[in-house]
């Protein structure tokens, strides 16, 4: 069965650990629709831009499977909103498809999965009619960020009225917490 013009729903299901596992991954009903939903709005303008293979690394997982493979509770993978896409070694880097997705897509969640130069995979929900088009950078240093563009200008030295308080780290988060110090205008140095 095909999902989109490029997709199957064997590919959109294959999991190896459900294979080791013996392991039925084959959604039905609603959650099909979904997959039928993501797949047109997110993996095939994909594959339509780029023109080449794009290589889905997971999409679908029952309750089972998304929990053997360490996902979250409340993962879209389970309702078959989202996808992982894997490019590595091939003409289309994942860095493409992230900046592709960012740019011209409609989608809820995009999160760069770790990897410096680019990501390690790509993860995008879609979610019809509720997408917030937020946009994450997750690494191991610093966990989940909000993602933002590397800015190309050069810092200016400022000079701080009072000492900065601490970094705190708040229990509930695994981000740290700063406090905001205002800058007098006299005190910059923009020599």
Known sequence: MKLSQNLTLAEACRS??????????????????????TADKLFQPIRDHF?????????YRCERLNSM?????HSKHITGQA???????????????????????????????????TPNWVHCTYVEGLNRKQVYRNSLEEGM??????K??????????????????????SVPTREIRSVSDTSRNDS
Do not use: C, H
Request: charge should be positive.
């Open 16 to 37: 190896e650990t459900a294979k080791r596992k013996n392991l039925n991954n084959t959604p039905s009903g609603i959650i099909l629709d979904n997959l039928k939903l």
């Open 51 to 59: 023109k080449k293979p794009i290589y889905v690394s997971s999409m």
């Open 69 to 73: 493979v360490g996902g979250v509770s």
């Open 83 to 117: 996808i992982d896409i894997d490019n590595d070694n091939t003409d289309v880097s994942n860095k493409d498809i992230f900046n592709y997705i960012k740019d011209n897509l409609d989608f809820d969640v995009l999160i760069w999965e770790y990897g410096t130069d």
């Open 145 to 150: 960020q909000m993602y933002t563009e590397p």
């Open 152 to 173: 190309a200008v050069q810092p200016k030295k400022v000079k701080y009225e009072q000492k900065p308080k601490k970094v705190q780290r708040n229990e509930t988060r």
